[in-house]
């Protein structure tokens, strides 16, 4: 397997054309060449694709030598990303039992004019006054990547998370309790990371944040996103507009594969 340039990433397009609406913000953002890193088995006529922002998506045909390679190269706790199918089997019978399945539920967008943006402005202005949701400027965007870094960490730097960025967060009595951000943003498409402080879960502010968030994407022509990576995330993004759930494996690397070939390169 050899690394792409960045603008050579665009070249792996059709491989991921199976992939419907699972993580399609970032399978979007890896075309971009701006987030990741890719790497092909033959840059000019691949048969498997390997990708990587935070989440490893591979790609291509999976009967070919280079899958085995390619799953390979995947580190421990890395957390892979298929089409299904075949795909998945070849996962299983490469790492075998060093790996652990786990269940997402990808989400698709609707169309502009479907959003009901009434509901949408109900649920963005149902908190409390004690409660204050903003966009994030330089004067506290390190207060909110404090709190969680997922939220900027994809842009590499705070600068280029301001200057490419857009993210929302939930303040009270000073202090940032939540966020909603772009995970990553390319090609018109905005994959949403949210995370909310324990003490604050429950109560609406996750709901309050994503809803501000979508109604920005909505005035911004920009194509909301979301991934669930458990029930609770996909019945949030139900009651927020999202539809057609539907729920698929992932695969968790734990130790180097044992069932085709020895040790990680």
Not at 165 to 171: A, E, K, R, S, T
Not at 174 to 199: N, W
Request: hydrophobic share 40%; glycine share 8%.
């Amino acid at each position: 397997m050899i690394e792409l340039r960045p603008a050579q990433h665009a070249r792996l397009r059709p491989m991921f054309a199976n992939f419907g609406t699972r993580l399609h913000g970032c399978v979007e953002a890896i075309f971009s060449g701006d987030f990741g890193h890719a790497w092909t088995d033959d840059a000019d006529a691949p048969s498997v694709a390997l990708a990587h922002i935070d989440f490893w998506f591979i790609a291509g045909d999976a009967s070919a030598p280079a899958a085995a390679d390619a799953l390979r190269r995947v580190p421990q706790r890395g957390t892979i990303v298929t089409s299904g199918g075949a795909w998945d089997e070849r996962v299983r019978s490469t790492l075998g039992g060093n790996m652990h399945e786990r269940t997402r539920t990808e989400m698709a967008t609707p169309m502009p004019t479907a959003w009901n943006r009434d509901r949408l402005h109900a649920m963005a202005s149902a908190l409390p006054d004690v409660f204050e949701i903003r966009r994030v400027t330089k004067n506290d965007v390190h207060a909110f990547a404090s709190f969680e870094k997922d939220l900027v960490a994809n842009f590499g730097t705070i600068e280029r998370f301001l200057e490419r960025g857009i993210g929302f967060g939930v303040w009270h009595n000073g202090q940032c309790v939540a966020g909603c951000s772009s995970f990553t943003l390319a090609g018109g498409k905005l994959e949403m990371e949210i995370d909310t402080h324990p003490y604050f879960r429950r109560r609406g502010v996750a709901r309050s944040v994503a809803a501000t968030m979508i109604l920005h994407c909505l005035d911004e022509g920009i194509e909301p996103c979301w991934d669930a990576h458990n029930p609770e995330s996909a019945t949030l993004a139900t009651q927020l507009g999202f539809v057609d759930p539907m729920r698929y494996t992932v695969f968790v690397k734990e130790r180097g594969s044992t069932s085709e070939s020895e040790g990680e390169s």
